[in-house]
């Protein structure tokens, strides 16, 4: 079982930045590949980061290549999102998930989401 936490969530201007934090529960957080997912209003959760186990795969969101970067300290239990030059359109809920297998398309956990908005 594993209980993510995420925050760092808040109002920011178009192209600031923001770091996201998702803190994880259980001892075996190493072996659990992570990723985030947003959620704008009206649409659908989509993929936006995943990070495997030991931190040496990662995988980008077109939308987000070369603006965010993803990252984890496994010795913290926890996972960043770290968010640059921020656009009206990476407004969303943020959303931390894990799972077992970094190529799943049914990740199994999930936290319960931070409001990034991105607004003059």
């Excluded at 178009?14 to 959620?39: E, I, V």
């Excluded at 659908?44 to 077109?62: K, L, M, Q, W």
Aim: charged content about 15%.
């Amino acid at each position: 079982q594993v209980q993510l936490v995420e925050s760092g969530g808040g109002l920011v201007q178009p192209g600031g930045s923001l770091t996201l934090s998702c803190a994880a529960s259980g001892r075996t957080f190493s072996s659990y590949a992570m990723a985030w997912f947003r959620q704008a209003p009206g649409k659908e959760r989509v993929f936006v980061a995943s990070i495997s186990g030991n931190g040496g795969v990662t995988y980008y969101a077109d939308s987000v290549k070369g603006r965010f970067t993803i990252s984890r300290d496994n010795a913290k239990n926890t996972v960043i999102l770290q968010m640059n030059n921020l656009k009206s359109e990476d407004t969303a809920v943020y959303y931390c998930a894990a799972d077992l297998y970094q190529a799943t398309t049914t990740w199994h956990y999930w936290g319960q989401g931070t409001q990034v908005t991105v607004s003059s």
